[in-house]
């Protein structure tokens, strides 16, 4: 059974550094992209990149591009997502999701974790 | 890139049929069948319910079905019940610069 299995909440001070991760289980690490996504209160659901954990090689969204670094473990089957010079409206919750390493599944996030939720407040 | 756009609320009676729209541009929905939907309910991480623009994932409800026209998508909620409120967001390829483009999410309330 697929399980990802995300880091805990978070209370950060603007400017400061986040790391979350994400431990995958049940299935191939190798064999998906993991993504994350992340939405803030009240906002709808935002795409911040994806890594291949087989070659480390990351996708980023043009938003995060130079703030967000995304790495992997893979004996022990982990994502890390890194986004740095936090600010306010960087609060939100953050999911990793899974999705198959095909060209048809580019945007198919078949397993998410269960969020990361982020504060950034002084 | 922006936001696909879909509308902020649709609502239906149970045992009705609705449908949401997710409307882009040539750079993605217009480009790609690559446009997948997903059920958010509040506390709860979301779930897949339409990849490759109109397949369901073994286990969804196949009151749940997708399309996709011109620069268009669509999810068609049929035989609508309480547990189908929820807020769905699409989201589209956007090709290898932008790669990934969520909509603005819709509020589905069931009357």
């Known amino acids: 059974q697929v399980h990802l299995v995300q880091s805990g909440a978070e209370v950060m001070k603007p400017g400061a550094s986040l790391k979350v991760s994400c431990k995958a289980s049940g299935y191939t690490f190798s064999d998906y992209y993991m993504h994350w996504v992340r939405q803030a209160p009240g906002q709808g659901l935002e795409w911040m990149g994806r890594?291949?954990?087989?070659?480390?090689?990351?996708n980023y969204g043009q938003k995060f591009q130079g703030r967000v670094t995304m790495t992997r473990d893979t004996s022990i089957s982990t994502v890390y997502m890194e986004l740095r010079s936090l600010r306010s409206d960087d609060t939100a919750v953050y999911y990793c999701?899974?999705?198959?390493?095909?060209?048809?599944?580019?945007?198919?996030?078949?397993?998410w974790g269960q969020g990361t939720l982020v504060t950034v407040s002084s | 890139q922006s936001a696909l756009t879909q509308p902020a609320s649709v609502s239906g009676s149970p045992g009705q049929s609705i449908t949401i729209s997710c409307t882009g541009t040539i750079n993605d929905i217009g480009s790609y069948d690559l446009v997948s939907w997903y059920q958010l309910h509040p506390g709860k991480a979301p779930k897949l319910i339409i990849f490759e623009a109109s397949k369901g994932p073994s286990g969804v409800s196949h009151r749940f079905s997708g399309s996709k026209s011109g620069n268009t998508a669509s999810l068609t909620i049929s035989g609508l019940q309480a547990e189908d409120e929820a807020d769905y967001y699409c989201c589209s390829y956007a090709g290898s610069s932008t790669f990934s483009v969520f909509g603005s999410g819709t509020k589905v309330t069931v009357l």
């Open positions: 890594i291949n954990p087989n070659s480390g090689g990351t």
């Open positions: 999701a899974r999705a198959p390493n095909t060209i048809f599944g580019l945007v198919t996030f078949d397993y």
